[in-house]
T-cell receptor, first 108, second 112 residues
């Protein structure tokens, strides 16, 4: 089967750095993506890793290691507005499969 | 900026009734999807649609569900006889050749 595993919750302090990990058991996918979802809102795309390594987009970075079946999302200089759920996802065949999501709580 | 639009934003229906959820994907996109999300849970894949036909569907997408693209712009999800457990947020999404999926704001379906 195909599955993506993420921690269910992570807590961090405003201004700090937090890493959300994603491990997967699937093969033959095009790349690993990350989506953010605020309460009551739609998932919005954050980043994509097609190749191994680090991709940086402002305060957010994402990493993929296919040999380790592992990726992570790194959020720097955390702001209160970053409180949301974060989903890793893979595009395989004609569907996008999402992990169960990590709820990020940010403390002032 | 192009966006995916969904209507209605909230639908309340009685158990056993049929509902149609509507979506207008981004016009030059190629793949269209329906997902559902039960409150507090993961985003679950229902179905993908490409080249005017279903390309893949999940085990959730049983005979109660159907999708249509009746014209060049709309993409609909029909649930024939709703059950209480169909209550969820339903998201439409579309992708082009890039990796990013664009999601609509969702339709909250409440079955009573």
């Amino acid at each position: 089967g195909q599955s993506l595993e993420q921690p269910s919750e992570v807590t961090a302090v405003e201004g700090a750095i937090v890493q959300i990990n994603c491990t997967y058991q699937t093969s033959g996918f095009y790349g690993l993506s990350w989506y953010q979802q605020h309460d009551g809102g739609a998932p919005t795309f954050l980043s994509y890793n097609g190749l191994d390594g680090l991709e940086e987009t402002g305060r957010f970075s994402s990493f993929l290691s296919r040999s380790d079946s592992y990726g992570y999302l790194l959020l720097q200089e955390l702001q209160m507005k970053d409180s949301a759920s974060y989903f890793c996802a893979v595009r395989k065949d004609d569907k996008i499969i999402f992990g169960k999501g990590t709820r990020l709580h940010i403390l002032p | 900026e192009p966006e995916v639009t969904q209507t209605p934003s909230h639908q309340v229906t009685q158990m056993g009734q049929e509902v149609i959820l509507r979506c207008v994907p981004i016009s030059n996109h190629l793949y269209f999807y329906w997902y559902r999300q039960i409150l507090g849970q993961k985003v679950e894949f229902l179905v993908s649609f490409y080249n005017n036909e279903i390309s893949e569907k999940s085990e959730i997408f049983d005979d109660q569900f159907s999708v249509e693209r009746p014209d060049g712009s709309n993409f609909t999800l029909k649930i024939r006889s709703t059950k209480l457990e169909d209550s969820a947020m339903y998201f439409c999404a579309s992708t082009g050749r890039a990796r990013e999926a664009f999601f609509g704001q969702g339709t909250r379906l409440t079955v009573v």
